[in-house]
């Protein structure tokens, strides 16, 4: 493996794609060889971002065709869905992927059919996947040559779930996720109800019984518990840039206390640099991890008896997209977990 590995970003334009960049400029063991954003082809990133002119000797943003793929050594997907799995069935299998979209996070082509409202375009491609949930996916990356980042509720969501799920201490019955979210998880497309005066001063759930995350996280939970399951699952959008909580309520398995949720959180993460178990009757917040690729989570009774409710707290543009995408890429070429992602949280 060269000393320095050899990067592509797909979707450079982006809220996503200038965030990786913005994480791999200061990442000792990559060189950005290539950046691509077709509708903006032949600018430079400071012409589309203001705060990439520091960096003027970034690659100029390409059209996807006329990347120099026989320069690169990995390639960030920060592409819609269908068109990423598009563009990345057709590259040299030689280089590996870290795709951002929603194109291979899911296991059943036809759930993606149902969800997504097309047919998947890299069937095979999908079945090669691993789901990069980086904490609780380490012993996968290292030989894997394609991996999808999850989405950023599911990030927040399963980090809180899945070890408790697993150690049986919580049912699989009536989960329920009500989660809050920056508006830079809408993407950077001219949208009316994102315009400032639309957003600002207010908050209002959205996807109401139907949102595209619902089957990324049953499906993981589903392994988790070993049955299928159904959760209620409400997003909201706050009028903030970055930032997400997830406010989970469960209910506790035969015999489990809270205690014994929180100990097995605290365990499960001991050695994980960045998810942290807050001390008892600390409440995670957005403020904690703005900015950084921290997780925080924490474990509360609710008043109602054998129930609990689990909160956690993440960037959704780093942890929930493109610090776990570069968190997945280090352990998949054997570099140390944290590179590129020391950046404490930033407060105020």
Sequence with gaps: MAATI?????????????????????????????????QSAGKAMADVWPHMRIYPNLPPLLRAEDMPWDEIDAVFGCLPHAASAELLAQIDPRIRIIDLSADFRLDDEHIYAEWYGVAHPAPALMQQAVYGLTELARDSLPEARLVACPGCYPTAALLALLPVARAGLVKPANITINALSGVTGAGRSLKQSNLFAEIAEATAPYGLGHHRHMPEMEQELAKAFGQPLRISFTPHLLPMNRGELATITVELGAGATIGQLRACLVECYADAPFVHVLPEGVAPATRMVRGSNHVVINVFADRIAGRAIIVSAIDNLVKGSSGQALQNFNLMFGLPEDQGLQAAPLFP
């Design 6 to 38: 050899r990067i592509a970003v797909l979707g450079a334009s982006g809220y996503t794609g200038a965030d990786l960049v913005r994480l791999a400029l200061t990442h000792p063991g990559v060189e950005i060889r290539a950046l691509a954003a077709s």
